[in-house]
């Protein structure tokens, strides 16, 4: 969990998460016409745990299990060549995106260039029929034209704070948070942490 003393303000919390969720839910099946075609892609480290979210309330919903994957992107960043020790983590989509509309899931939309390295990664997976964005939350500040197809909630914020989701399975409470940027570090996501293996 987060320092308190750097907290700023709490802009959802483990039902507001949840509401947003199923909200986004509902979306994607209405602009989809069904889940007949579609597979949740999440982002690694909390991208992927919103998209089996998503998944199950899709279930819940429609009574379809949808192909659920995750993405890691760590050797298709733009700043790869600056990180000397990326956290690698492991891509698994055990199904074939060719032809099927991904969904591609992350927790943070803010400039945009984590979504341009995922879709590097993914269309060397494949050559999916249309590629939709889902995010928990857009906090703006994009330096890239892209943009989600399903939002959560917008959260405004300055370019000295950061915007970070916990989840309850890794960190023991539901929540997003603005929270102040820590000396000498950058705005960015949380890291995962999570005790054991993944």
């Not at 994607?28 to 982002?43: D, S, Y």
């Not at 960043?77 to 020790?85: K, Q, S, V």
């Not at 492991?90 to 390295?117: N, P």
């Not at 857009?138 to 950061?162: F, M, Q, T, W």
Request: hydrophobic share 40%.
């Amino acid at each position: 969990m987060s320092d308190k003393s750097l907290v700023k303000y709490v802009c959802l919390d483990a039902d507001g998460i949840e509401r947003a969720v199923t909200r986004m839910a509902h979306q994607i099946l209405e602009t989809n016409k069904g889940a007949g075609n579609i597979a949740l892609v999440g982002i690694v480290t909390r991208g992927d745990l919103i998209a089996k979210m998503l998944a199950h309330k899709i279930y819940e919903i429609e009574g379809v299990e949808v192909p659920l994957g995750k993405l890691d992107i760590s050797f298709y960043r733009d700043d790869f060549a600056t990180h000397f020790a990326p956290e690698v983590h492991s891509t698994d989509i055990d199904f074939d995106i060719d032809g099927k509309t991904v969904v591609l899931v992350d927790d943070v939309l803010y400039t945009g260039r984590t979504i341009r390295a995922a879709l590097d990664a993914l269309m060397d997976i494949g050559r999916p029929a249309a590629v939709q964005l889902a995010v928990l939350v857009d906090r703006g500040h994009r330096e890239l034209p892209i943009r989600a197809d399903y939002v959560g909630k917008n959260v405004p914020s300055s370019e000295d704070e950061n915007v970070r989701l916990f989840l309850e399975e890794v960190d023991g409470i539901s929540a997003v948070e603005i929270l102040e940027v820590e000396p000498g570090r950058r705005p960015g996501s949380a890291p995962l942490q999570i005790t054991g293996g993944e």
